[in-house]
């Protein structure tokens, strides 16, 4: 190693208590989202806070985890740390409902110039993989924003942890831009894979049959990706570029499938913005060179999307209405999630020469008491992807394809993908709307 990086990094090198007092009292802080947070930095934060050497903070990620909820997101901190959620998950969902955080809409690949232009970042707080010989660390699972936080904020504490993998790509954080380093050998929280069900099977099997050899595809996480992945199992040359790199992208690139040999943008390479699953996903990146990390800003702009031929984007809808409009982010008003990249790979695909999108959603909720073919949004439903936008939509019971359709025969297509108990509720209601 340089010696050189080496005496700075001692030098910066402290502990998370000392580096937290680097942070000034009002500040905005940004973090990772999932695996990328620092825990040992947020707690420090949290007892600062608590103790008061801390009288206002704000925090933003698009989808903090464990740690955060654990910590800076604990309901007594309310009145000293103000919660600004990118996305609303799990961890702060609650927090947003109870009005005790905010959420700022946005769509993924505009977030790193949100926060370049439009929203103050005074501090960055990351999880990096350890310094090599050069000085650099790698941003590992969280490059996304995170790449561009860590360069905008007056303040950039990292948090080295061994268990982060190095990833390859423009992750890369050197020990110079650092204000402070802190250890924490923790093991990197993991996302678990969800049980298939019988909707997932039927879903996942229409998609995959409608992916062409030599295909790139975008996968999330949950059982529809899932059973797509296990599906394709069967396929050749597939590539992939996507937002998320998850534990079904490891199944396919170690059979074989998924070897990106007729990409047309970054071959043979699997590009990414940000991973969260198993310990074997984390291990299987580090430092892999088959496997890219790159800022968000670039993974999921619309035109680069479309640069890849062939590009296959499966996505999750919670309703569809009846001319097209997919909300997939709230219940009625209620924000349950948010916009993510949905809309940018909609549209990337689309342009994508042969590409295809799917939005994916079971027939029904609540025990199939509820259909989520609609024939109006919900009141107060938020508009994720627009009807002009949507490609290809699934549910366990087929596959139709909006493009082109005209309202009325959008709303045949789509009651076909309803429920049966529900098909003449749904006809009757496009009848009154003149749909039909």
């Avoid at 439009?118 to 941003?139: E, K, N, Q, W």
């Avoid at 996480?221 to 296990?230: K, L, T």
Wanted: hydrophobic share 40%; charged share 20%; net charge negative.
């Amino acid at each position: 190693m340089d010696e050189r990086w080496r005496e700075e990094y001692q030098r910066k090198l402290t502990s998370p208590d000392e580096a937290v007092t680097l942070i000034p009292d009002g500040s905005s802080i940004v973090q990772p989202l999932i695996a990328g947070e620092p825990p040992a930095v947020l707690a420090a934060i949290a007892a600062r806070a608590r103790s008061g050497g801390f009288t206002s903070l704000t925090m933003r990620a698009l989808l903090p985890f464990s740690a955060t909820k654990a910590t800076v997101l604990d309901p007594d901190l309310k009145d000293v740390i103000r919660w600004d959620s990118l996305f609303v998950g799990g961890a702060d969902r609650a927090a947003v409902a109870e009005g005790r955080a905010g959420f700022t809409p946005n769509f993924f690949h505009q977030v790193p110039r949100l926060l370049s232009e439009f929203i103050p970042v005074d501090v960055c707080i990351a999880t990096v993989s350890p310094m090599d010989r050069h000085g650099y660390m790698s941003l590992g699972v969280a490059v996304d924003y995170t790449s561009t936080a860590a360069r905008v904020a007056n303040v950039l504490i990292l948090e080295v942890n061994s268990h982060m993998p190095r990833t390859h790509g423009r992750s890369f954080i050197h020990i110079s831009e650092a204000t402070a380093v802190v250890e924490n050998d923790n093991p990197l929280p993991e996302l678990p894979t969800p049980a298939m069900r019988d909707e997932d099977e039927a879903i996942g099997k229409a998609i995959a049959e409608m992916v062409p050899n030599g295909a790139t595809i975008q996968l999330g996480i949950g059982g529809v990706p899932n059973a797509v992945a296990q599906y394709l199992r069967d396929h050749e040359d597939l590539g992939i570029h996507s937002e998320m790199f998850t534990d079904s992208m490891v199944d396919l690139i170690e059979d074989g499938v998924a070897n990106g040999v007729r990409k047309t943008l970054h071959p043979r390479k699997a590009v990414f913005t940000f991973a969260a699953g198993s310990e074997r996903l984390y291990r299987f990146l580090d430092d892999n060179p088959y496997c890219e990390a790159h800022p968000v800003s670039y993974t999921n702009s619309p035109d680069v999307i479309a640069q890849n031929n062939e590009l296959i984007s499966v996505n999750a809808a919670i309703e569809i209405d009846l001319s097209g409009q997919c909300c997939a982010e709230s219940i009625g008003p209620a924000q349950f999630s948010g916009t993510g990249g949905q809309a940018d790979f909609v549209r990337g695909a689309f342009n994508s020469p042969d590409g295809k999108s799917f939005l994916a959603l079971y027939s029904t909720a609540k025990g199939g008491e509820v259909s989520r073919i609609v024939p109006m949004l919900t009141l107060g439903a938020v508009v994720t992807t627009a009807r002009q936008d949507v490609h290809y939509v699934v549910s366990e019971y087929g596959v139709a394809m909006l493009k082109g359709k005209s309202v009325s025969e959008r709303a045949r297509s789509l009651i076909g993908l309803a429920h049966p108990k529900f098909r003449d509720e749904l006809t009757a209601a496009a009848k009154k709307l003149g749909y039909l």
